[in-house]
Structure formats: C-alpha cells, structure tokens
C-alpha cells in the first residue's frame, strides 16, 4: 500500500458484510456500532473497559487450528482497526422482540434480571459467548463469565438465578431442584406461600443449530490475515504488518509508535489521559509473535499471545506435566483468575502487560519473581535475551528496551522440586480490580532440606515500578525456612520497602503490611508442603491452615419467598403477581431506547463542557479563540448567553450558578461548553478552552468545615424526653464518633439529554434522563425567559438514577437548553463517565458524634447525637437528607430520651445530592455503631442490645410519631428463625476459635424507614401529590401517563397492574409510553420511594372517573365486553380521559414547634448477615444473607423482591467496597470504575434468601402495599457488622479487647487495619499533620 491510500476494513456485523473505504484508527468498535450502523442496543456505560455494557461477541477463523473461535470484547476499547476479517455479533443480532428472543435473553428476562436495562445486552452477550464456546458449562463458568459486567439495580441474583438453567447442575426439576434454589434450610412453608417468581419449564430450550453460521468468506480466504495493512485518519495512522521484519522496519522508521494488540492500555491513555499516538503498529498477525512453543526449559509465548489463550494453555499443560513442574503455571493461573474480566483478557496481551510497565502490573511481579525470560529484537541490533529481574524496570513506565525493540517472546520457566512459587493479589473487589499490592514469591532449597538457596521476591504496587527487595532476598540465603524466618523477614521487608506517609495511592501502612501478609501467607503453605516430605521439623498447627488457602466461593444460592394471591382472585387480576417488567424483554434484546440511542435530528450538534479544573478560585479570564478554531466547532456558550436567569436551586432560589462567571466552587463546575458537529469535536475543543484562575483555599473535608465555621444555615434539633438527665441517671456514659463514606450513584446510563427548538414562541422539547422532569422544565424556562408552558421535556425511560437524576440532571439540562436556544439548533449531551463523575455530586458523607446512656442490661436509656453532612458547594437537597438522617437517628429502636442535631457542611466539593436512602442510612447506621459500643462495652452480644431496645406496636418515635402496626419485632423473630442465627452463630465461635487468620462473624440488624418527602421545609410538602392521565381509544386500548418515572424499579409495570384491577380489564390492553410534561403537570420527582403510592392512588382516582362514567353502559349491557362499552360510550359521547389526583393526607412537621407526623408509614424489614474475612490481607466474603421484609401485600413480589436484592447489593457497596478518593485540594482521583469499584456478581452474598412477612396489611397505600425501593438498602449493614464481629474475634487473639473504630466503607485496608496483630504493629501509623495525605476522607 502507497500513498495516502487507505486499505479497506472488510469484516461483518450479525452476518452482514461491512466494507469501510475510510477506517478512522481513532475509531472505536462501539462507536461505529453504535453512530454509523445505527446499532444502539449496545452501550456505553464508562469507555474504559470497566463495566462490560458495550459487550459483543467477536469471531475468527484460526486457520491454524481450523477452528472458529468465539470470544467476548469490550467494544469501547476494541479499535475498529482491528476488526478486519472478524465477524462481530452484537445484542440484535441473536434475537428481537418480533422476530424472536434468543435463549439467553428471553431466560434472563423472564427471571426478572433486568431492570433500567442497560447493562443487559452486555451481559446478554456475555452469556451468549460463554454458551457458543460451551453450550452446558458448570455453575462455576458461568458464573466467572461475568467478572467484566457491572449491573447497579439487580444485585444480580435473578440473571444468575436465570442463566443457571443452562448449566450442567441444572436438575431437570427446575426450581424445585434442591441443588437450584434453597439456601435456607431453616423453612416451613406455609400454604399460599410462593417460592417461583419464574416458571423456567416455559423457557425455550437452547438450540446450536439456530445458531448464525460464520461468514464463509472469512472462513474460505486467508488473505484476511495476510495482507499488510494500513489505515490513514485524521491524526493517526494504523499499520498492520504480517511479517517481524516489516514490524521492525516500522519500530525502526517510527520508535515512538505504539504496538497495539488489545488497547487496553493505549486505548485507555488516549482516551483519558490525552495522549497521541500519531503511528499505531498492531503486530496481531506475525506468527513468531502468537506462537506458542514447549521447550526443556518452559513454555514460549509469542508477545501478541492474548491472556485468555495463555491461561488455556497453561491449564492444559497442568494436566500434562507433572506437579513440580508447573509451580509457576499454577500461580500464573490463579493471578489471571483475579485480572480483569473476560472481555479484556480475551484480547489483552502479555507484552503490552509487560511493556506498560505498570507498578501495578499484576504479572510484571510474577515474571520478575520467577526469572521469565523475554527475546526481543530489534532492526538494529538483532535479537537478545533479557532475563526479567530487578534490573528490567528502569524507572516508571520505562523498561529495558530500546526504542526500536520489541518482545518476540517470553519463557516461562518450569520449576523442579526444591523451587516453590507463589502469586497473591489484594485489590478493593476481587474482580476486575487493580491491584492495591501484588507479589511474586520463589524459593529455591538446598537438595533435600529446607535451607534456602535463593528467594526471590517482587511486589506490585509498592513503587513507581514492580520492585524487588534485593537486601532482604539476599540476607536469608542458607537460612532454615522456619518460624524464626518470618519475624526477620518482616523486619527486613519494612526496611527495604518504605513508603513515606502520603505516597500516591495512599493506605501506606496498609500497603506495607500486605508486603509481610502475602510472604506470611507463602511462609506457611511452603512450610505445609516441607512437612509433608519431611524436609522440616516446624508444624504447622492447624488453627493456621486456613491462611494459606486460595479464596474460593461456592456456587450462588438463594429462596425468594412470597404471598401467593388469594385464591379468589380474579385470573385476569395481574395485582400481587410476580409478572415481568414489560420492558425487560426489549431490554434484553437491546431494543429499548434511551436518550443516546436516539437517532441524530437534522443539524444536531454536541456540546462539550468546560470545567473548572480547580475547587476553588476566581476565574481571571477565559479564553475560547484556539478551541473556536478547531475543525467543526460552532460556538462557545456561557453565561453570557442566557436569556433568563442563570442561577437556578433545588430547594433555595439561586442557589447555584448555570454556568460560572466569577467564581469557582468546585472542580468539575461548568464554566461553559464548546458546541460542535461531533461529540470528539465538541470535547476535544473543550479541553482547549484556557481558564486563568486566581487560586483560593478549599475547605473540601466536614472537619476542615467545622473548623472554619462553614455551612448552610444554622444546627437544627429533634429531640425527646431529657437527654442531660437522662445521660445523668445511667449506669454507663460513652461517647464516640462515626464517620459515613459518600457514594457514586454509578447509574449505568450517565447523565443525558437532547433539547430541540422549535422555532416557535419560544418552544423547546428536551428528552432528559430524568427523575425529575418538571424542575428540569421550569429551570430551563427561567433560564430562556419563557412561560413554562413552552418546555416540554419527556421521559421514555432511564438507566438508573438512583437519586442522582433527581435534581442534578438539572444542571446538565440547562446549558444544553441554553446552547440549542442560541443556536437554533438540537443540541445533545451524554456526559463521559469520567464526567459525570466529577460534576454531578453523590450520596453525602457523614460524621457524628455521639454521647449514649445505658444501663448495665444493655437498655439505652439516652443518646444525644451531633450528625453533619458534606454539602459541597451547593446547597441542593442537602438539608432535606439531613433531616431524613436526623428522623432516622432512632432507626428501629425505643430510645426514650434522644436528641439529634443537624449541621450542613459547605465545601468545595460538588454538590452532594439525593441517593436511594436519602440521608436515612447515613442516621441509622449512627445509631447502630451506638449499638455495638454498648455490646463491647458491656462485653454482651450486640443482638441482645438490639433486641432489648426494639420498637413494639403503640411506641413513639423520637419526633412524636405514633407506630401503628409495626412489624419490627414480626420480621427480626421471623429472621432469627428463618436464619437459623442461634445454630450458626455457635458454629461461628467453634470456626473462630479454630481459626486464626480466617475469622467470621454473624449478626442481625434491623431497619424501619419512614415513607414520605421529608423535605417538609419551604412548602415541600407540597411534594407529595401525584396526577394521572388515562385515556381509552376507540378499540378499548387504554394509554397509561402518571408522574412517575420508570428507571428500573418497575414503576410502569407497576401502574398498569393497578389500571387493570383498577378498570377490571387484562394488563395487556394497557400501554404506558413515557412521561412527559405536557401530559401530567407539575409533578413531584420520582424518588422518596413514594412513586408506587402517589402514582397508584392518582392512577386509581382517574380510573374510578372512568369506571363511573361507563357504569350505566356496563349496566345496561351486562354481557358486553369492554370494547363493546368502549364503543357505546364513544357514540353517546362520554368522555373516554379523565385525570386523577392524590396527595398524601395528614402529613407535615415543623422543626419549629417539633410537631407533626413526618411519615405516612414505616417499611421495615430485617437481615441477617455472615461474613467470613481474611485478617491477613483484609479480603472478605458475604457467606450468607437472609432478609424478612414487610412490603405489605405486594403489588408484585418479583419486583419487590428486585428492589431488596438491588438495594442491599447497593447498600453492601456502600458499607463495604465504595470509597470516593480526593486530594486535600479537592481533585477527585475517583472517576471510573477502573479507580472506583461497585459490587459484581462475585460479591453477592453466596445464599441470598430474602422473604417477604406475610399477613401485613397498609391501608395508607394502594391496595395494602408498601414502598420498597430506599428501605432494604440499610440492611447492607449487617455485612458491615458482622464484619466488625469477626474482626472483633481477631483482635481478641492478638489481646486487644473491647470497642474499636471501624469506618465505613469497611474496606480491605480498613478491615486489615483492624485486625491489629504482631505484623500490623510493624508499621504504626504516622500522627496526622506531620505529612500531606494523598486522600483525605470527606
Ligand atoms: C478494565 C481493565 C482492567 C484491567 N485489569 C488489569 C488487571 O487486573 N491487572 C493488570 O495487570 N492489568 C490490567 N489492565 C491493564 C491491561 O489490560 C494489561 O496491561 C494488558 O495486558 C495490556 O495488553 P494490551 O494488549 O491490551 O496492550 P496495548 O494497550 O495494546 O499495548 C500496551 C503497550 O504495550 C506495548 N506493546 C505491546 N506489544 C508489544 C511488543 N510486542 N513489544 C513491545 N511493546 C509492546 C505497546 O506499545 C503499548 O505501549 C486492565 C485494563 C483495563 C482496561
Ligand atoms: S462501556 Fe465498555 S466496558 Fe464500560
Ligand atoms: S438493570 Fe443492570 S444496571 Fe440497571
């Protein structure tokens, strides 16, 4: 090829041939997928690898093998480049909702696992390429298949529960099996108990004949992997050579040019790190480079070999060769096991891992440690070998390469039987995680005795590279491996690896404990293995056996259990019955349209924001020239263009800033925004917006804000009974405090919109992923200067919001509207996750203080709590979450003297806004760290605390309000029982006493949670209203509109369920399209979870209107059908629409005079969790889980059921895994779930049961039901508490008795931390103050 020609990129998409003249190397898969194909059903939820939404299946033919291999991809780092001669198969083309749902999306549906829907055709493929390679694979496989697909709704459980159904284990007795289902053990079931919110004997079977053939072009030709190619774009220039000698010619031309085999690195630097590649080389198709070769010495495998292959071949040589031998092996597999997912391993490759140089390479450390062996070549100087030891890594990123090298190959190495090996790895979730610390440990004895001739040792994580310590490994050279090894080498480890106290990355005196755990861990099993052929005298006993072994997780478990209907009940009656989300199925075939998946409107354009890159400063100029001459840039947009009003509030007026204009208060705030033809157009400019700030001193942290006196308004106080005399009076005083991390809402679908002029008065349409679409009307109105009456925005769908759409989607949506008004043009936002993360704020974190009074039986007799919440710099709902926080400092328990002040920070942070829970996790998991002070203090059981203080029926709460059929007591007996606690908690203590390294611990925790806005101030009250539209058609088709959002919860599924009972006809006569604002006014957001009881109770009263309208047709035509009466009522013209209204009755509360009744009701519930950790590393795993929770007569006990499991999985990250990291100067670090990590499939608890209390009745909500989506997510927290049990058991080997704190998220560092013990004590905690902390904790 010469020229400025382009190679043509031929390859298939479903079957269908794609040639593409002009191949853009910059070019993702997704992209093209997704904007010249028009193929929407897969999508972006991150662009970085890290969520699997944007999952397909791509095929080759490997004419070497003869064989079509099937392996899954992440489309949003897959260059289109690289697809030449591929077929890619992607969610639409296995199945439609009118042509046919393929196996795997109709099961996955069908068992409720899809809820907003977006992550399912990602998963939907990832279990389609699982069963194209293995049409029955064991549960395990399956399960592992998903390590690279995040779900935020779900909490997995039913995709898992679904796709069981086509593994081997599967019993041909379906969900009766007792293999399938039953995690519990413990159960009665009563009659008109229901335990299958699936029939799986009606699913399709699966049938590989119905499976697309593979192009046989592809197959017939090998020119497809032979040709040279070469593709020319804007910036970039991909080359694809099939010779070495041709790769190294270009290395030769070109020695800054990148070798590209998965881009998994390079794709991800240049995408956020802004990096530039002018010369891309993918070296995917020489032979010498995707060889694999068995040698004396080891195996060889060509530098392009993906990981997926070399764990394969790894795997089959263990079956081959004998067990000295493949030490090494098995320690490269079990490191795979824990990198990354599927998708990035199928086409990751070794070199890139290697040559990335990564300090956080999870093989680098492997490789250096075993001594693996790289040839490498370069035009220049031929080919050499390069053993991989310390001298490989030269600096950070950089390697013992030249510029003109790269890696033919790498040997690694067989072992003999004096050599062991070993490879650990402690990330934040075990999954798809970077390391936090990684190693490679090697030890060579003496022939026949257990003196050490060489060790080697190599660590991730403890530098700017993978780093050995060559003093330590060289002291202990001839030294016996026993006991008296350890200790030394744990000194000689912290000397030769120092971390100063604000290193990058943080957790230092974590980070360094791990170093010694991991080679205590080795210790050990090496030791076990020594004893066993009589090399060593040493024992181990057996109370440390545990440390040694590989984690392991069983396969997933679980019982739902539920009310049947009445028998009575009408067929056609859908009400109480587990029947599907009616969107699930076009969920599952990617058919279902969210914002983004619109297709582009004529003249649309993109707007790309400027953002402040600092937390707090004046703004001294802003300068847009270079960026507005960027090619198809079409204006720069600020607050100089807004007609109206450019602040806007959520609660307050002008609270904020649309766009800033002399100040910023936070990174991440929108200064302005780039419009231009195409979203890369549009950001790339953006970034050359040059901002000059005048830097002032952020206050980012609630300490810092109590220091210098900054917050929103004054304290403000609930409280009952006489807390000082109370406090007094009581046997016991303790006082603590308690600190609540934040948290991401992480929605699947980022923040989007699209707003349309209408060229007419002022009209705009806006379609907006919103949970709030009339304040994003009236905020764009104010801004335009228009009446309300001219904005329209609409509501199809969207893909989680969690809270974060409530109001925040507000300030994405506004200077959108801005832009499209200027321009007379459409204009489209959907942020990067990378952005969505800095600007639209999370849940708040919390800190308290606390003063308890109690009594020597464990009655707490008096609490006064201090409670404080980071804003950010806004004010935005912050005081309405303090105040749910404040109501819910009581959560479940009969406190008779309380008194709990609110103080709302204000910092330089973005603002904190709603997330599911509102603030009341945040108050209830105050009261229950009290709990556990009391129980440690009095050295009791903290269930006997919390059971000796539990609400009973007639009870009063802290704010005055009556309990009224309360179920607390109901659901913690039938949770007691259901769990089998008292049986398990004695196998706990025998576990742990047997155990040192490994603990568990096993607790109960209860929740009540108020239903209602609480954000009773400023006349919100007035939330608490919902309006319906309903109208009936002609043929007897009914057209459902309400005000309530449907993001995943099931809310449309819901109403039509309460139309059918409602108007006495089948569900399927019953249609909702979307919401919008120009059908029901003046909504209220969907959020508080009230959107079944106000939207229910408005659907009814419209329905009621009909049914009276139609009831002297129905009479006087007693046999007619429903399309009869319809017609009759057309022809003697009655009104076929009518509106319905609810508000919520005799509600409010005055913080002034501490009167009123602030909730309509209670949901309560109750969870018992067990969780074993590892005290070594910090790692935990969720053994069991068991929920009791009263949602009253459910509406529809699979989506009940949804919200309990999605919530607690939710809630789980919170206590345990999600941890917001920014700098003391306020710079978010956390941006993507490469950094920030939220539970996956491997993390739900192993038995998962949850119940719903049978018998409870509600009549303050449609047809006896309850509010489900925010109160099951604090049942998280008994994970946490048991968590803090079993580390308790540690502390108390190692002599350390009585309370201690543990924050939450109770990650691994903290748990490790906690665990306090003779290696621990090695690295004492540097004073605060004397060192700038990377992070600093908000
Ligand atoms: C979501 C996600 C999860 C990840 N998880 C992990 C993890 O758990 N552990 C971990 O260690 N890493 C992880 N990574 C990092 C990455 O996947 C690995 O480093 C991978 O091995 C890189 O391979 P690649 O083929 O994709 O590299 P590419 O991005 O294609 O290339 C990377 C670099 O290698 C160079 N290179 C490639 N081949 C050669 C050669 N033959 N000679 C010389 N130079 C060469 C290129 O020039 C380039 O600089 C993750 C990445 C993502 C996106
Ligand atoms: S969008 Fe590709 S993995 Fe998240
Ligand atoms: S259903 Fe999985 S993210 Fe919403």
């Known amino acids: 090829m010469t020229g400025d020609m382009s190679s043509e990129l031929v390859f298939y998409v479903n079957g269908i041939k794609v040639v593409e003249e002009n191949a853009e190397p910059e070019t993702t898969l997704l992209q093209f997928l997704r904007q010249k194909l028009g193929l929407t059903g897969t999508k972006l939820g991150c662009g970085e690898g890290g969520c699997g939404a944007c999952t397909v299946m791509v095929s080759r033919f490997d004419h070497y093998s003869k064989k079509i291999c099937h392996f899954s991809v992440n489309a949003c780092l897959a260059p289109l480049c690289s697809m030449h001669g591929m077929a890619v198969t992607t969610v639409e083309g296995i199945g439609s909702v009118k042509n046919g749902l393929h196996p795997v999306q109709e099961r996955l549906a069908k068992s409720h696992g899809s809820q907003c829907g977006f992550c399912t055709p990602g998963i939907i493929m990832s279990m389609y390429t699982l069963l194209r390679n293995d049409p029955q694979p064991t549960i395990e496989h399956m399960e592992k298949a998903f390590e690279g697909n995040l779900c935020r709704c779900t909490g997995y459980r039913p995709i898992l529960d679904g796709f069981r159904t086509f593994t081997k284990e599967y019993c041909a007795m379906g969900e009766n099996c007792c293999k399938n289902k039953n995690g519990n053990n413990n159960l009665q079931l009563e009659d008109g108990v229901g335990t299958d919110l699936v029939k799986t004997k009606a699913f399709l079977p699966l049938d590989a004949t119905q499976d697309p053939i593979f192009p046989p072009e592809l197959q017939n030709s090998t020119k497809f992997d032979t040709d040279y190619l070469i593709y020319r774009g804007e910036r970039v220039v991909w080359h694809r050579p099939t010779k070495l000698d041709e790769l190294l010619d270009l290395k030769s031309t070109y020695p800054d040019a990148r070798l590209v085999v998965g881009n998994t690195e390079i794709g991800v630097e240049m995408k956020f790190k802004n990096m530039k590649y002018p010369v891309m080389i993918a070296p995917t198709h020489i032979p010498e480079l995707v060889d694999i070769t068995h040698t004396d010495l080891g195996i060889r495998f060509g530098a392009?070999?993906?990981?997926?292959?070399?764990?394969?071949?790894?795997?089959?040589?263990?079956?081959?060769?004998?067990?000295?031998?493949?030490?090494?092996?098995?320690?490269?597999?079990?490191?795979?096991?824990?990198?990354?997912?599927?998708?990035?391993?199928?086409?990751?490759?070794?070199?890139?891992?290697?040559?990335?140089?990564?300090?956080?390479?999870?093989?680098?450390?492997?490789?250096?440690?075993?001594?693996?062996?790289?040839?490498?070549?370069?035009?220049?100087?031929?080919?050499?070998?390069?053993?991989?030891?310390?001298?490989?890594?030269?600096?950070?990123?950089?390697?013992?390469?030249?510029?003109?090298?790269?890696?033919?190959?790498?040997?690694?190495?067989?072992?003999?039987?004096?050599?062991?090996?070993?490879?650990?790895?402690?990330?934040?979730?075990?999954?798809?995680?970077?390391?936090?610390?990684?190693?490679?440990?090697?030890?060579?004895?003496?022939?026949?005795?257990?003196?050490?001739?060489?060790?080697?040792?190599?660590?991730?994580?403890?530098?700017?590279?993978?780093?050995?310590?060559?003093?330590?490994?060289?002291?202990?050279?001839?030294?016996?491996?026993?006991?008296?090894?350890?200790?030394?080498?744990?000194?000689?480890?912290?000397?030769?690896?120092?971390?100063?106290?604000?290193?990058?990355?943080?957790?230092?005196?974590?980070?360094?404990?791990?170093?010694?755990?991991?080679?205590?861990?080795?210790?050990?099993?090496?030791?076990?293995?020594?004893?066993?052929?009589?090399?060593?005298?040493?024992?181990?006993?057996?109370?440390?056996?545990?440390?040694?072994?590989?984690?392991?997780?069983?396969?997933?478990?679980?019982?739902?259990?539920?009310?049947?209907?009445?028998?009575?009940?009408?067929?056609?009656?859908?009400?109480?019955?587990?029947?599907?989300?009616?969107?699930?199925?076009?969920?599952?075939?990617?058919?279902?349209?969210?914002?983004?998946?619109?297709p582009k409107f004529q003249n649309e354009l993109y707007m790309g924001f400027v953002m402040s890159k600092k937390a707090y400063a004046n703004i001294k100029s802003v300068d847009a020239s270079e960026a507005l001459s960027m090619p198809g840039v079409v204006d720069y947009i600020s607050h100089v263009d807004v007609p109206g009003k450019n602040t806007w509030g959520a609660a307050l007026p002008d609270d904020e800033?649309?766009?800033?204009?002399?100040?910023?208060?936070?990174?991440?705030?929108?200064?302005?925004?780039?419009?231009?033809?195409?979203?890369?157009?549009?950001?790339?400019?953006?970034?050359?917006?040059?901002?000059?700030?005048?830097?002032?001193?952020?206050?980012?942290?609630?300490?810092?804000?109590?220091?210098?006196?900054?917050?929103?308004?004054?304290?403000?106080?609930?409280?009952?009974?006489?807390?000082?005399?109370?406090?007094?009076?009581?046997?016991?005083?303790?006082?603590?405090?308690?600190?609540?991390?934040?948290?991401?809402?992480?929605?699947?679908?980022?923040?989007?919109?699209?707003?349309?002029?209408?060229?007419?008065?002022?009209?705009?349409?806006?379609?907006?992923?919103?949970?709030?679409?009339?304040?994003?009307?009236?905020?764009?109105?104010?801004?335009?200067?228009?009446?309300?009456?001219?904005?329209?925005?609409?509501?199809?769908?969207?893909?989680?919001?969690?809270?974060?759409?409530?109001?925040?989607?507000?300030?994405?949506s506004t200077p959108v509207a801005i832009a499209a008004n200027k321009l007379g043009r459409p204009v489209r936002v959907m942020l990067d996750r990378d952005e969505d993360m800095l600007m639209t704020g999370t849940r708040h974190p919390f800190y308290a203080?606390?003063?308890?009074?109690?009594?020597?039986?464990?009655?707490?007799?008096?609490?006064?709590?201090?409670?404080?919440?980071?804003?950010?710099?806004?004010?935005?709902?912050?005081?309405?979450?303090?105040?749910?926080?404040?109501?819910?400092s009581d959560n479940a328990y009969k406190i008779p003297n309380l008194s709990t002040t609110g103080h709302v920070c204000r910092t330089n942070i973005s603002s904190n806004t709603a997330f599911r829970g509102f603030g009341g996790p945040q108050g209830m998991m105050v009261v229950e760290q009290c709990i556990t002070d009391v129980a440690y203090t009095l050295g009791v059981s903290p269930i006997k605390v919390r059971e000796l203080n539990l609400y009973q029926e007639g009870d009063r709460t802290h704010y005055g309000q009556l309990l009224e059929h309360c179920t607390v007591q109901r659901c913690w007996d039938e949770c007691l029982n259901q769990s089998d606690y008292f049986r398990r908690k004695k196998e706990v203590d025998i576990f742990n006493s047997e155990n040192r390294w490994k603990k568990r611990g096993i607790t109960i925790v209860p929740t009540k949670f108020g239903i209602a806005y609480t954000a009773l101030f400023l006349n919100q009250v007035a939330l608490n209203q919902a309006g319906a539209l309903v109208h009936i058609y002609m043929d007897g088709s009914v057209l459902l509109t309400h005000a309530g959002v449907e993001m995943g919860q099931g809310l449309h599924t819901k109403m039509i369920q309460v139309a059918s009972r409602a108007l006495r006809i089948p569900a399927s006569k019953i249609h909702t399209s979307e919401v919008g604002t120009n059908t029901v006014p003046n909504t209220s957001p969907t959020a508080a979870s009230c959107g079944s009881d106000l939207n229910g109770m408005a659907v009814i009263n419209a329905c009621k209107t009909l049914l009276e309208r139609l009831e002297p047709i129905m009479l006087e035509n007693p046999k007619g059908t429903w399309e009869d009466w319809i017609k009759s009522a057309y022809i003697n013209r009655i009104s076929l629409s009518a509106t319905g209204f609810y508000k919520t009755p005799g509600i409010g509360y005055d913080f002034n005079t501490g009167k009123g009744r602030p909730f309509n009701y209670f949901t309560s519930g109750v969870a018992c969790s067990e969780v074993e950790i590892d005290c070594l590393t910090g790692d935990h795993q969720v053994l069991r889980t068991d929920i009791v929770m009263d949602v009253g007569v459910s509406l529809n006990p699979a989506i009940d059921i949804g919200q309990i499991e999605g919530g607690f999985t939710q809630g789980y990250g919170l206590m345990m895994m999600e941890q917001q990291k920014i700098s003391p100067k306020g710079i978010?670090?956390?941006?993507?779930?490469?950094?920030?990590?939220?539970?996956?499939?491997?993390?739900?608890?192993?038995?998962?049961?949850?119940?719903?209390?049978?018998?409870?009745?509600?009549?303050?909500?449609?047809?006896?039901?309850?509010?489900?989506?925010?109160?099951?997510?604090?049942?998280?927290?008994?994970?946490?508490?048991?968590?803090?049990?079993?580390?308790?058991?540690?502390?108390?080997?190692?002599?350390?008795?009585?309370?201690?704190?543990?924050?939450?998220?109770?990650?691994?560092?903290?748990?490790?931390?906690?665990?306090?013990?003779?290696?621990?004590d090695l690295f004492p905690k540097a004073k605060e103050g004397t060192f700038t902390p990377w992070f600093v904790e908000l």
Not at 1261 to 1280: H, N, R, T, W
Request: glycine share 8%.
């Open 304 to 598: 392009s070999v993906t990981l997926s292959r070399i764990d394969q071949e790894l795997k089959e040589a263990i079956a081959k060769y004998s067990e000295p031998k493949t030490r090494v092996f098995t320690a490269v597999i079990e490191m795979l096991r824990w990198f990354a997912g599927y998708q990035i391993r199928n086409v990751a490759a070794v070199a890139g891992n290697i040559i990335t140089a990564s300090p956080i390479s999870d093989l680098n450390p492997l490789f250096l440690a075993c001594g693996a062996v790289l040839e490498v070549q370069s035009k220049e100087s031929g080919r050499r070998q390069i053993t991989m030891d310390e001298k490989f890594f030269l600096g950070y990123r950089k390697t013992a390469l030249t510029s003109t090298e790269v890696v033919i190959n790498i040997l690694l190495p067989f072992t003999s039987k004096n050599e062991y090996f070993g490879g650990y790895k402690q990330a934040y979730r075990r999954e798809d995680d970077i390391a936090t610390v990684n190693s490679g440990i090697y030890v060579v004895f003496e022939d026949n005795s257990n003196v050490i001739k060489k060790l080697s040792l190599a660590y991730g994580g403890m530098a700017i590279t993978t780093i050995m310590p060559t003093r330590t490994m060289a002291a202990v050279v001839g030294r016996k491996w026993d006991d008296s090894l350890v200790m030394d080498i744990c000194r000689l480890l912290a000397d030769d690896l120092p971390l100063q106290p604000g290193s990058p990355g943080g957790m230092v005196e974590y980070r360094r404990t791990l170093t010694i755990s991991f080679f205590f861990k080795f210790y050990l099993s090496v030791q076990m293995q020594l004893q066993s052929m009589h090399l060593s005298k040493t024992k181990v006993p057996s109370y440390l056996h545990s440390a040694t072994a590989p984690f392991h997780r069983d396969p997933s478990k679980s019982t739902q259990i539920y009310q049947e209907v009445a028998s009575g009940q009408r067929e056609e009656d859908p009400v109480g019955r587990p029947i599907n989300h009616l969107s699930a199925m076009k969920q599952a075939t990617g058919e279902a349209v969210y914002i983004d998946d619109m």
């Open 657 to 812: 800033e649309i766009f800033a204009t002399t100040q910023v208060l936070c990174e991440g705030q929108i200064i302005g925004g780039i419009v231009a033809e195409t979203q890369i157009q549009a950001q790339r400019a953006a970034k050359c917006v040059k901002v000059e700030y005048e830097e002032l001193k952020p206050i980012i942290t609630i300490k810092e804000a109590i220091e210098a006196g900054s917050f929103f308004g004054s304290p403000q106080k609930i409280s009952c009974g006489d807390v000082e005399a109370a406090l007094q009076q009581a046997d016991h005083v303790i006082e603590g405090e308690c600190h609540v991390g934040g948290q991401e809402h992480f929605y699947l679908e980022t923040q989007a919109v699209i707003a349309i002029p209408k060229g007419e008065d002022g009209e705009m349409e806006m379609f907006i992923s919103t949970q709030n679409p009339t304040e994003s009307q009236h905020v764009t109105a104010e801004a335009l200067n228009v009446p309300a009456n001219r904005i329209v925005v609409r509501v199809k769908r969207i893909g989680g919001g969690f809270g974060g759409k409530e109001t925040r989607s507000v300030m994405i």
């Open 849 to 888: 203080k606390y003063k308890i009074g109690f009594m020597d039986g464990g009655k707490i007799t008096a609490l006064e709590i201090n409670i404080y919440n980071n804003a950010g710099m806004s004010q935005d709902l912050s005081w309405a979450v303090m105040h749910r926080a404040m109501f819910h």
């Open 1228 to 1320: 978010l670090y956390t941006r993507g779930p490469g950094n920030y990590k939220i539970p996956g499939f491997g993390d739900i608890p192993v038995q998962f049961n949850v119940t719903l209390l049978k018998g409870s009745v509600n009549e303050k909500a449609v047809y006896s039901s309850k509010a489900i989506g925010e109160p099951p997510l604090f049942l998280s927290s008994s994970v946490f508490f048991a968590a803090k049990d079993a580390i308790a058991s540690a502390r108390a080997d190692a002599g350390h008795h009585g309370n201690f704190i543990l924050p939450s998220p109770a990650t691994p560092e903290r748990v490790r931390m906690a665990c306090e013990d003779q290696f621990t």
